[in-house]
C-alpha cells in the first residue's frame, strides 16, 4: 500500500512541475545572455590610433598550458600610426579547437592585446574554421561581444596588498592617506 | 461471408486508425514528459513538432539493418513483426462503438488476452536470439515477468465477466451501459480490480515501473540490444500499441466503453476514456522508478494474486446473492 | 555507532575455475561502453542466473597521463590541467593543489581569498551532489521514465549554481579561477543577492526531490539493505567523505582538519548509520542542505581585503619553489583528496601526485558486490559516486 501513496506523492511532484513556465528555452531562436565576464571566443585589439596593440612578445604562447597559440615575430619595424620602432607579430594562429579556456593568455599579456569575447556559442562546421588566425581575431574584435576580463583588469583585481606607507617624520603631519588596504576592484559584496 | 467482410473492413480502418494514433500518441507523450521535466519537447519539426514521429521513424527506416553473426536469424528477423501483430491483434476484438468493431467475438475476453500472452514469445526469442548476454538476461526477465502477470490479469478480467455474465466485451459494455461502469459500481470490486488490471497490463507491456526487461540503464538496451533500424522501431512500437490497445481494453471492461453516462453514447466516449487512461500511464512512466526483479515477482505472487483470487470470488458471492 | 557487517567477509580473489568447474556461471562484462558505468568503466560480472558471484573492476580508460604531464608544466599552468581530474567538482581539484603550493612556499593566503575559496567549495558541494542525485536516480529508473525526470530537475538547480560561478569566473564548469597565493577573480557587486535567490529555489524544490526518491517507498525498497558496507572494511581501504559517514564514522576532513574558512565557520557533519545506499544517499542529501546552511553563513560575511598574496601571473617561469614536498587534503564531495608534490627548485614540478577518493570507493565493490542481483550491482556503483577523471587521471 505504501507503494500506492508514494507513488501518489511522485506523481503530485511531477504535476506541479507539468504546471510551472518551461525552464529551457527554444534555441536558436532565443539565445540566453552570458554573463559578463563569460569566456568563449578570443580577439585582437587595436588601440584608440589604430595600431595593433600585440607587440609579439610570446607571453600568451608561453604561458598556454596546452600550447594552442603560434606566433610568428620578425624583429622590430616601424609603427605605421606612431612612426616608432615597435615589436609587431607577423602571424598569430590560436588552435580554438584545443584551447582550454583557461583565461591566462589574457592574463599574462602586458599591452591588454589579446582579450576574450563572450560569444554565447562558437560552433564551426569544419576543422579549419576552428583555427582562428590573426585576421579573423581582429575581426572579432568588432563582431563578438567583448568579455569583461583583459589583463589589466585581472591584475589589478590579484594584487596583493601594497605595503602601508610609512607616516611622515613630521609629527604635525596629517595622517597618511589611505593606502593600507586597497579593496580589490569592486569586490565588496553587495 | 459478410461477417468476414465485415471483420476485414472494419479491421483495416482499425488498424489504420491504430497505427497513426500510436504515431500521434508518441508525439503526445514527448510532449508531456517534456512538459513534466520542465522543458519544451519536439518543437521544431512541423507546428509544435507534431511531425516528430514521422520523421523518427524515416530516420530509423534509413538505418543500416544488422543482423549478428552467431544470431539465430530466423528467430532474430521474426520477433519484432510476430511483436507487433500481436499487439495489434487485441484490438480485433475491443469494440469502439456499438457498430465499430472488428470482431465482436463471443469469446472475446478470452481471445484478447490470449493474444497478449502470446506476446512473451517474440520479446523472449530476440533475447536468445541475440547472440547476447545482456538480451539474454532480459529476455529471462521478461518471460519471468510476462508470465508471472498473467495469472492477475486474467483474474481482473475475469470480474467483469462475471458481473456482466458473459465473455463477449460488446456484451460487457452493454452491460455497463445498461446498469452502471464497473468501477462506480460495485465499486468496491471495480476499483480494486481495475486497478490490479492496470498494474497487470503495464506489466505484460513492459512499461515503467515494471520495465526490467528493457532497463535501459543495466541492460544497454535490454531485449533490444542488438536491434537496429526498423526492427527495432517495431519493437517499440509494439510497446506503444500495446499499451493504446490494453487501455482500450481497460475503458471498455471498466470504465464503460462508449457509453456516455448521462450524455448519448457514442466513439468519442471510448477515444476519450482510452486517451485519459494511457495519458495516466505515461504520467505514472515518467515519474516512478523501477521495481527490480525479485521485488516485481513479490508483489506479483505475493499481493495481487490473492488480492484478485479474492475479487474474483467476491464478485461471485456478488452475481449470486445480490445482482 | 558503527556498522558491522553480520555475514562472512567475501573473497575478492575467488578462483573461478577452482570454484565453477563445470563453467555453469555466467561472465558479464559490464564494459566500459554501458549507460550506466558513470563514465569510463568496466566490470567483469561473474553470474549465477542474477546474483553476483565475483566481480572484478577494470579501471584506467579514462587515463591521461595527467601527473606525467604536470611534471613538465609550469606551476601556474598546472590549475587549469587538474581542474579536469574530478570533473564535476572542479572547484576542489583547484583548491587542493594550490593549497599544497602554498605550503610549500609558506605562502598565507589573504582572509577574503580563504573565504572565496571555501564558499565556492560549498556551492561545488551542492551542484556535485546533485548530480550525484541525477544521476542514481537514472541508474534506478531508467533514462525513459522516472530516472530521467529526477536527473532534469536536479540539473535544472544545478544550472542555478552553474550560473553563480559563471558570474564569479567567467566559466561554468572549468574555472581556473584560483591561483598560488589565492584567487584570480573576486566577488562581483550584487552576487550575495543571486546566491541568495538560487539558494532559496534549491531549498524548496529539496522536499520535491526528497519526495521522489528519498521518501518514495520504491526508492527505498531498491537501496535498502543493498550494497553493506561495513566501517572496518572501509577505514582499511581508505574510504572517506560521504561513503564513510554513511557507515556511522564520524570523519569529515572540515571538521578535523579545518582549512581556510572552515574554523571560523564550523560544519556539522551528516552521519548515517546502515551502511547501505539509502544510508549513502540520505548522507549525501543531508550534506545538500548542510552546505546551504554554511553558504547562506557565510556569503553575506565574507571579509573585505585582497584576494591574492602571491604574485599574479605576469611571466609563465615566475614561480619558482624551493625543494621539499608536501601534502595537503581537503574533504571534496567524494571523500579526502590529496595532493602531493615534490619539488627541486625548478620551475616544473619534479612529481606531482593527486590521491582521488573515488578510487578508494572503487576498491570496495569486490567485496561488496557478490551476493547482489545486476540491478543492485548498478545500484551500488551509483552509490560510490565514482567519477573517472579522478580514478584514473
Redesign the interface.
Known amino acids: 500500500m505504501g507503494y500506492f501513496t508514494d507513488g501518489l506523492q511522485a506523481m503530485r511532484v511531477t504535476l506541479t512541475n507539468l504546471l510551472r513556465p518551461v525552464t529551457t528555452v527554444e534555441f536558436p531562436k532565443v539565445i540566453r545572455e552570458r554573463a559578463e565576464r563569460y569566456r568563449s571566443s578570443f580577439a585582437l585589439l587595436h588601440d584608440e590610433q589604430g595600431d595593433e596593440l600585440c607587440i609579439g612578445c610570446l607571453q600568451c604562447e608561453r604561458i598556454c598550458p596546452s600550447q594552442v597559440i603560434a606566433i610568428k615575430f620578425a624583429g622590430k619595424r616601424e609603427s605605421p600610426i606612431t612612426g616608432k620602432k615597435r615589436g609587431y607579430a607577423d602571424d598569430f594562429i590560436l588552435d580554438m579547437s584545443a584551447c582550454i579556456f583557461c583565461e591566462l593568455c589574457v592574463q599574462v599579456c602586458p599591452t591588454d592585446a589579446i582579450v576574450m569575447t563572450r560569444a554565447p556559442e562558437v560552433p564551426s562546421y569544419t576543422r579549419e574554421d576552428l583555427v582562428l588566425t590573426m585576421a579573423k581575431l581582429y575581426a572579432n574584435e568588432k563582431s563578438k561581444p567583448r568579455a569583461w576580463g583583459d589583463a589589466t583588469r585581472l591584475m589589478a583585481m590579484q594584487e596583493p596588498p601594497k605595503a602601508p606607507k610609512p607616516p611622515p617624520a613630521a609629527p604635525t603631519a596629517s595622517a597618511p592617506s589611505g593606502e593600507g588596504t586597497p579593496s580589490a576592484g569592486e569586490g565588496t559584496p553587495g | 461471408m459478410s461477417g468476414f467482410v465485415h471483420g476485414l473492413g472494419y479491421g483495416a480502418v482499425i488498424v489504420t486508425v491504430l497505427m497513426t494514433v500510436t504515431a500521434f500518441s508518441l508525439w503526445f507523450e514527448r510532449k508531456m514528459a517534456a512538459r513534466m521535466q520542465s522543458r519544451l519537447g519536439p518543437t521544431m519539426v512541423g507546428p509544435a513538432g507534431i511531425l516528430q514521429p514521422i520523421a523518427d521513424v524515416l530516420k530509423l527506416l534509413q538505418k543500416e539493418d544488422i543482423v549478428p553473426l552467431k544470431a539465430d536469424a530466423v528467430l532474430f528477423n521474426l520477433a519484432p513483426p510476430v511483436a507487433v501483430v500481436c499487439a495489434i491483434g487485441v484490438a480485433a476484438a475491443v469494440p469502439f462503438s456499438p457498430k465499430v468493431v472488428a470482431a465482436d467475438l463471443d469469446v472475446g475476453v478470452l481471445y484478447v488476452l490470449a493474444i497478449g500472452a502470446v506476446t512473451v514469445l517474440p520479446v523472449f526469442s530476440a533475447g536468445w536470439a541475440s547472440n547476447n548476454k545482456l538480451a539474454l538476461l532480459g529476455g529471462m526477465r521478461a518471460v519471468a515477468q510476462s508470465v508471472s502477470y498473467e495469472v492477475p490479469l486474467v483474474l481482473a478480467a475475469l470480474v467483469p465477466v462475471i458481473l456482466s455474465g458473459s465473455m463477449r466485451i460488446g456484451a460487457i459494455v452493454q452491460f455497463q451501459s445498461d446498469h452502471h461502469w464497473f468501477v462506480l459500481w460495485p465499486f468496491f470490486l471495480g476499483i480494486p480490480a481495475f486497478v490490479i488490471f492496470v498494474l497487470a497490463m503495464l506489466a505484460e507491456a513492459n512499461r515503467i515501473p515494471f520495465d526490467i526487461p528493457e532497463a535501459e540503464s543495466e541492460l544497454v538496451a535490454g531485449v533490444t540490444t542488438e536491434y537496429t533500424g526498423m526492427k527495432f522501431a517495431l519493437f517499440y512500437m509494439a510497446e506503444y500499441v500495446h499499451t493504446l490497445v490494453a487501455s482500450a481494453l481497460a475503458a471498455a471492461l471498466f470504465l464503460g466503453g462508449w457509453d456516455g453516462g448521462p450524455f448519448p453514447p457514442g466513439l468519442h466516449w471510448m477515444v476519450l476514456k482510452t486517451f485519459l487512461l494511457f495519458a495516466g500511464l505515461y504520467w505514472i512512466r515518467w515519474t516512478l522508478l523501477r521495481f527490480r526483479s525479485d521485488q516485481l515477482m513479490r508483489l506479483c505472487w505475493w499481493y495481487l494474486v490473492p488480492s484478485s483470487i479474492a475479487l474474483v470470488a467476491a464478485a461471485g458471492v456478488w452475481v449470486v446473492f445480490v445482482g | 555507532m558503527r556498522t558491522v557487517q553480520v555475514t562472512r567477509r567475501v573473497d575478492p580473489h575467488l578462483n573461478i575455475d577452482r570454484y565453477d568447474p563445470e563453467a555453469e556461471l555466467?561472465l558479464?562484462h559490464f564494459g566500459p561502453q554501458?549507460?550506466?558505468t558513470h563514465g569510463v568503466f568496466r566490470m567483469d560480472l561473474t553470474l549465477d542466473g542474477?546474483l553476483v558471484v565475483k566481480a572484478v573492476p577494470h579501471v584506467g580508460f579514462l587515463h591521461r597521463a595527467v601527473e606525467k604531464l604536470c611534471e613538465s608544466?609550469?606551476y601556474?599552468?598546472?590549475?587549469?590541467?587538474v581542474d579536469k581530474n574530478d570533473y564535476v567538482a572542479p572547484m576542489t581539484n583547484e583548491q587542493a593543489l594550490n593549497m599544497a603550493f602554498e605550503k610549500l612556499l609558506n605562502l598565507e593566503v589573504?582572509r577574503?581569498a580563504r573565504w572565496m575559496r571555501s564558499l565556492f567549495a560549498e556551492l561545488q558541494r551542492i551542484a556535485s551532489h546533485l548530480l550525484w542525485l541525477g544521476t542514481f536516480?537514472?541508474?534506478?529508473?531508467?533514462?525513459?521514465?522516472?530516472?530521467?525526470?529526477v536527473f532534469?530537475?536536479c540539473f535544472?538547480e544545478r544550472?542555478l549554481v552553474l550560473?553563480l560561478f559563471?558570474?564569479?569566473?567567467?566559466?561554468r564548469f572549468?574555472y581556473?579561477t584560483h591561483?598560488i597565493?589565492?584567487?584570480?577573480?573576486?566577488?562581483?557587486?550584487?552576487?550575495?543577492?543571486k546566491v541568495h535567490a538560487a539558494l532559496n529555489v534549491i531549498d524548496s524544490r529539496l522536499g520535491?526531490y526528497e519526495?521522489?526518491?528519498l521518501?518514495?517507498?520504491?526508492?527505498v525498497?531498491?537501496t535498502q539493505g543493498v550494497g553493506v558496507l561495513d566501517a572496518e572494511l572501509a577505514l582499511e581501504l581508505g574510504i572517506t567523505g560521504p561513503i564513510l559517514r554513511a557507515c556511522g564514522v564520524d570523519h569529515d576532513l572540515r571538521r578535523d582538519a579545518p582549512f581556510h574558512a572552515y574554523d571560523e565557520v564550523p560544519v556539522k557533519p551528516v552521519i548515517a548509520t546502515g551502511g547501505d545506499c539509502l544510508a549513502r544517499a540520505q548522507v549525501r542529501l543531508g550534506e545538500i542542505r548542510e552546505s546551504i546552511r554554511l553558504v547562506r553563513a557565510m556569503?553575506?560575511n565574507?571579509p573585505?581585503?585582497?584576494?591574492?598574496?602571491?604574485?599574479?601571473?605576469?611571466?609563465?617561469?615566475q614561480t619558482k619553489i624551493p625543494p621539499g614536498q608536501a601534502y595537503v587534503a581537503i574533504e571534496t564531495p567524494r571523500g579526502e583528496l590529496g595532493t602531493y608534490v615534490i619539488s627541486d627548485g625548478s620551475q616544473f614540478p619534479y612529481r606531482l601526485k593527486i590521491r582521488p577518493p573515488s578510487l578508494h570507493a572503487l576498491s570496495a565493490l569486490p567485496y561488496i558486490l557478490p551476493g547482489a542481483?545486476?540491478?543492485?550491482a548498478?545500484a551500488i556503483l551509483g552509490s560510490l559516486d565514482p567519477i573517472m577523471g579522478e580514478v584514473d587521471r
Open positions: 555466467m558479464l554501458h549507460p550506466s542474477e608544466l609550469a601556474v599552468q598546472i590549475t587549469p590541467i589573504p577574503r536516480a537514472l541508474d534506478l529508473g531508467g533514462a525513459l521514465g522516472g530516472g530521467s525526470t532534469i530537475y535544472r544550472e550560473d559563471e558570474e564569479v569566473t567567467g566559466a572549468h581556473n591561483t597565493g589565492g584567487n584570480r577573480h573576486d566577488l562581483p557587486a550584487g552576487w550575495s543577492a520535491e519526495r521522489m526518491t521518501h518514495n517507498k520504491i526508492f525498497v531498491r556569503v553575506d565574507v573585505s581585503g585582497a584576494i591574492n598574496s602571491g604574485k599574479p601571473i605576469k611571466v609563465p617561469v542481483t545486476v540491478s543492485d548498478v
